[in-house]
């Protein structure tokens, strides 16, 4: 009681001079609806839990949501109202590469602290944007996570990559193609894809023929399971499929178990990576029917971030930037800390776990450090 | 650090199972990847023959562009899916249901709606047809949210096996029905009097008037003919694609540019316009690059439109 009587005192002495209780406005930008809303559902779940566990420690958060529908310039136009018009203190979202980056640059101009919770394009970091704060990890580790993890497992010589053109699929497929380079693996194909086509079967077919030893897929929900499906149709084998995230880690992507064994993704999060994910794992299921996605957690722990500082602060905007670059958290994601390093400005360091679907669920294969189960390597052919 | 496979335990699904090639005719790789995709090509351009067809129908009988095409597409898929989740009735077998159910709703638009606009300028017509399109699409998403929803049948991601290519099972029955429903179609319009009759009124409205054809109830014919083709095709592609509230815009472009491209209300040319798309797209996305099929596809339908404005097969509109 008077712990709590002391923290209010304290926000009072800060800020807010007629709250007893912290009260903070929070914008968020999300695709509510648009062809990346079975995602942007994830998010807009983790933003609830995190905004319930907000309120029992007594930050009174009013969440401002926007919908972007996947379109940067709509995401834009959020952003521009909830800065000048809602007025809010921390901005957390959008959910696409394209949009964040697009709002990244909107949150430098109004000096609106922005905490991407899963975009994954390198540049978003990149611009020395001092407002920008980005908590998953960037578009080059979910490329080396997944190299490295081949390379620890057996002997790839050669890799194809197969992915869609958008934001997230070049900068994923660019990062992977330099780090691929680096290790000595040759780039035998090269193919982009406009997502729901409805027939990748010749560029598969293609690929097939390359013969290479991996397979690299970056995409977006539904597109990952046509892409599998249709190279279990051309008999495409290599030694292994990775898939880049996104698409490849739904609960829908792992129901499918036909297409989905032994297939390789890398993720942001899995909810065995702690006792406190277990834990946010049971309350998600409990609340919303089904598994959450690292979205949910990231957008989870995006939101704490942001109320809990924004409320420390006052809502003052100066006070949140100076505290979240200063700021240390740690919760379902491990330890977050956002830093300066190699070029990246306000960048969370995510060590991204490997995770390979094996009877219908997912278990995390790599790194040694999380390891919950033994790789199946090489993959041993379609059912 | 390695496991190697264990071995799954149950049934052993072996792919193709059939054809096996014969020593001597092995194909070379690259002319299997061509082969490959003429064939995957025209097997989807099958399907989106059948989506141009109905188009290409209301607009020949009507001379209205329905561009709510693919939202009956879109309805058709749900219907599958409905189907197909509740009920265990396989994709192929609901069109059955999906057509007659697709062809009383089309009607009812028809007469509702777009007979009202008959006589009305062109944009009006578009604005109308855009309206119901935007309607039913965000129906859906109230009804059944914008999660993306995948049909998985025993026989999703099978295949032939041709001598090294590979023939998608579901594609390849899709396209079997295509035919089938395209036959019967062709047979309705040459052989029956209603068939006739829906000819005639393409023709000329008013001649067929004069004749004594009952041109609304013909409308409203062809309309439903043409929505219950839509949903057919939704029901056809619904084992190998995905289905959410939004994929009628991508088909209804798809439709507008074979019906175009084949001449408009020309049903042998929207036949012929679906085969033409479906094989630009696939040999595009081989020999230029997946992410621009559709940039080829545009620019060979502009150059189409500079050198034979009236399409293929269409007759110059007087």
């Given at each position: 009681?008077?712990?709590?009587?002391?923290?209010?005192?304290?926000?009072?002495?800060?800020?807010?001079?007629?709250?007893?209780?912290?009260?903070?406005?929070?914008?968020?930008?999300?695709?509510?609806?648009?062809?990346?809303?079975?995602?942007?559902?994830?998010?807009?779940?983790?933003?609830?839990?995190?905004?319930?566990?907000?309120?029992?420690?007594?930050?009174?958060?009013?969440?401002?949501?926007?919908?972007?529908?996947?379109?940067?310039?709509?995401?834009?136009?959020?952003?521009?109202?909830?800065?000048?018009?809602?007025?809010?203190?921390?901005?957390?979202?959008?959910?696409?590469?394209?949009?964040?980056?697009?709002?990244?640059?909107?949150?430098?101009?109004?000096?609106?602290?922005q905490i991407v919770p899963a975009a994954a394009k390198e540049e978003i970091t990149r611009q020395g944007y001092t407002y920008v704060y980005r908590l998953n990890a960037?578009?080059?580790?979910?490329?080396?996570?997944?190299?490295?993890?081949?390379?620890?497992?057996?002997?790839?010589?050669?890799?194809?990559?197969?992915?869609?053109?958008?934001?997230?699929?070049?900068?994923?497929?660019?990062?992977?193609?330099?780090?691929?380079?680096?290790?000595?693996?040759?780039?035998?194909?090269?193919?982009?894809?406009?997502?729901?086509?409805?027939?990748?079967?010749?560029?598969?077919?293609?690929?097939?023929?390359?013969?290479?030893?991996?397979?690299?897929?970056?995409?977006?929900?539904?597109?990952?399971?046509?892409?599998?499906?249709?190279?279990?149709?051309?008999?495409?084998?290599?030694?292994?499929?990775?898939?880049?995230?996104?698409?490849?880690?739904?609960?829908?992507?792992?129901?499918?178990?036909?297409?989905?064994?032994?297939?390789?993704?890398?993720?942001?999060?899995?909810?065995?990576?702690?006792?406190?994910?277990?834990?946010?794992?049971?309350?998600?299921?409990?609340?919303?029917?089904?598994?959450?996605?690292?979205?949910?957690?990231?957008?989870?722990?995006?939101?704490?971030?942001?109320?809990?500082?924004?409320?420390?602060?006052?809502?003052?905007?100066?006070?949140?930037?100076?505290?979240?670059?200063?700021?240390?958290?740690?919760?379902?994601?491990?330890?977050?800390?956002?830093?300066?390093?190699?070029?990246?400005?306000?960048?969370?360091?995510?060590?991204?776990?490997?995770?390979?679907?094996?009877?219908?669920?997912?278990?995390?294969?790599?790194?040694?450090?999380?390891?919950?189960?033994?790789?199946?390597?090489?993959?041993?052919?379609?059912? | 650090?390695?496991?190697?496979?264990?071995?799954?335990?149950?049934?052993?699904?072996?792919?193709?199972?059939?054809?096996?090639?014969?020593?001597?005719?092995?194909?070379?790789?690259?002319?299997?990847?061509?082969?490959?995709?003429?064939?995957?090509?025209?097997?989807?351009?099958?399907?989106?023959?059948?989506?141009?067809?109905?188009?290409?129908?209301?607009?020949?009988?009507?001379?209205?562009?329905?561009?709510?095409?693919?939202?009956?597409?879109?309805?058709?898929?749900?219907?599958?899916?409905?189907?197909?989740?509740?009920?265990?009735?396989?994709?192929?077998?609901?069109?059955?249901?999906?057509?007659?159910?697709?062809?009383?709703?089309?009607?009812?638009?028809?007469?509702?709606?777009?007979?009202?606009?008959?006589?009305?300028?062109?944009?009006?017509?578009?604005?109308?047809?855009?309206?119901?399109?935007?309607?039913?699409?965000?129906?859906?998403?109230?009804?059944?949210?914008?999660?993306?929803?995948?049909?998985?049948?025993?026989?999703?991601?099978?295949?032939?096996?041709?001598?090294?290519?590979?023939?998608?099972?579901?594609?390849?029955?899709?396209?079997?029905?295509?035919?089938?429903?395209?036959?019967?179609?062709?047979?309705?319009?040459?052989?029956?009097?209603?068939?006739?009759?829906?000819?005639?009124?393409?023709?000329?409205?008013?001649?067929?008037?004069?004749?004594?054809?009952?041109?609304?109830?013909?409308?409203?014919?062809?309309?439903?003919?043409?929505?219950?083709?839509?949903?057919?095709?939704?029901?056809?592609?619904?084992?190998?694609?995905?289905?959410?509230?939004?994929?009628?815009?991508?088909?209804?472009?798809?439709?507008?540019?074979?019906?175009?491209?084949?001449?408009?209300?020309?049903?042998?040319?929207?036949?012929?316009?679906?085969?033409?798309?479906?094989?630009?797209?696939?040999?595009?996305?081989?020999?230029?690059?997946?992410?621009?099929?559709?940039?080829?596809?545009?620019?060979?339908?502009?150059?189409?439109?500079?050198?034979?404005?009236?399409?293929?097969?269409?007759?110059?509109?007087?």
């Amino acid at each position: 009681m008077s712990k709590l009587l002391a923290s209010a005192l304290a926000a009072l002495a800060i800020a807010l001079p007629d709250a007893g209780q912290a009260q903070v406005k929070i914008g968020f930008i999300n695709s509510i609806t648009g062809p990346e809303a079975p995602i942007g559902e994830n998010l807009t779940n983790g933003v609830d839990l995190a905004v319930e566990d907000l309120r029992k420690k007594g930050v009174n958060v009013t969440v401002v949501r926007q919908d972007d529908t996947g379109k940067p310039q709509v995401a834009m136009s959020a952003m521009e109202q909830l800065a000048t018009g809602d007025e809010v203190a921390v901005v957390v979202g959008p959910y696409t590469s394209a949009s964040s980056n697009a709002v990244a640059k909107l949150a430098q101009q109004y000096k609106v602290p922005q905490i991407v919770p899963a975009a994954a394009k390198e540049e978003i970091t990149r611009q020395g944007y001092t407002y920008v704060y980005r908590l998953n990890a960037p578009a080059h580790q979910y490329a080396q996570s997944l190299i490295d993890a081949a390379l620890a497992f057996g002997k790839p010589r050669s890799i194809a990559f197969v992915y869609e053109s958008t934001d997230f699929g070049t900068s994923v497929t660019a990062a992977g193609k330099a780090y691929a380079k680096a290790k000595g693996l040759r780039i035998v194909a090269d193919e982009t894809y406009q997502k729901g086509a409805p027939d990748y079967r010749s560029t598969l077919t293609k690929i097939k023929a390359a013969g290479p030893d991996l397979v690299f897929m970056v995409s977006y929900v539904a597109d990952a399971i046509l892409l599998m499906r249709q190279s279990r149709e051309v008999g495409l084998k290599p030694q292994a499929f990775l898939g880049g995230g996104a698409g490849f880690d739904t609960a829908q992507f792992e129901s499918e178990r036909d297409i989905s064994t032994h297939v390789f993704s890398v993720t942001q999060w899995t909810p065995e990576s702690s006792p406190a994910s277990q834990e946010f794992e049971r309350r998600y299921r409990a609340r919303f029917g089904k598994k959450p996605t690292y979205h949910a957690a990231c957008a989870y722990v995006a939101t704490l971030v942001a109320g809990e500082t924004a409320a420390k602060a006052g809502g003052d905007r100066r006070k949140i930037q100076a505290a979240l670059g200063s700021g240390r958290w740690s919760g379902i994601l491990g330890d977050v800390k956002f830093e300066t390093y190699e070029g990246f400005t306000n960048q969370n360091k995510l060590v991204m776990p490997v995770i390979q679907y094996q009877g219908g669920r997912s278990v995390t294969v790599f790194p040694p450090a999380v390891v919950k189960a033994k790789p199946v390597y090489p993959f041993p052919g379609w059912r | 650090m390695v496991a190697f496979a264990q071995s799954v335990p149950g049934a052993v699904l072996i792919l193709g199972g059939g054809v096996p090639a014969l020593a001597g005719t092995e194909l070379g790789p690259r002319m299997m990847v061509f082969l490959q995709s003429v064939l995957s090509g025209v097997l989807v351009g099958g399907v989106y023959a059948l989506i141009g067809i109905g188009l290409t129908m209301i607009f020949g009988v009507m001379r209205v562009t329905n561009f709510a095409h693919g939202e009956l597409v879109m309805l058709g898929m749900y219907l599958t899916w409905g189907l197909f989740h509740w009920l265990r009735l396989d994709p192929f077998l609901s069109i059955v249901l999906v057509a007659p159910a697709l062809f009383l709703w089309g009607a009812f638009l028809q007469r509702a709606f777009v007979n009202r606009v008959l006589d009305a300028l062109p944009q009006n017509q578009i604005l109308l047809t855009i309206g119901l399109g935007l309607v039913m699409s965000n129906g859906v998403m109230l009804a059944f949210t914008s999660d993306y929803r995948i049909l998985t049948t025993s026989y999703s991601s099978a295949s032939y096996d041709l001598a090294g290519i590979s023939v998608s099972k579901p594609l390849l029955y899709a396209f079997l029905v295509t035919v089938a429903i395209t036959v019967l179609l062709y047979g309705f319009l040459l052989r029956t009097d209603t068939g006739q009759a829906i000819r005639a009124t393409a023709q000329d409205r008013e001649a067929a008037q004069l004749m004594g054809i009952n041109v609304r109830w013909t409308s409203m014919l062809a309309f439903g003919i043409g929505a219950a083709l839509a949903g057919a095709a939704g029901a056809l592609i619904s084992p190998t694609y995905y289905i959410f509230p939004q994929v009628g815009s991508a088909f209804t472009l798809k439709a507008f540019v074979i019906v175009v491209l084949g001449g408009m209300g020309s049903v042998v040319g929207a036949t012929l316009g679906g085969v033409i798309i479906g094989l630009t797209e696939s040999l595009a996305a081989v020999y230029i690059a997946g992410g621009l099929k559709d940039l080829v596809v545009f620019v060979l339908f502009l150059a189409l439109l500079v050198f034979k404005p009236s399409g293929l097969l269409g007759k110059t509109r007087a």
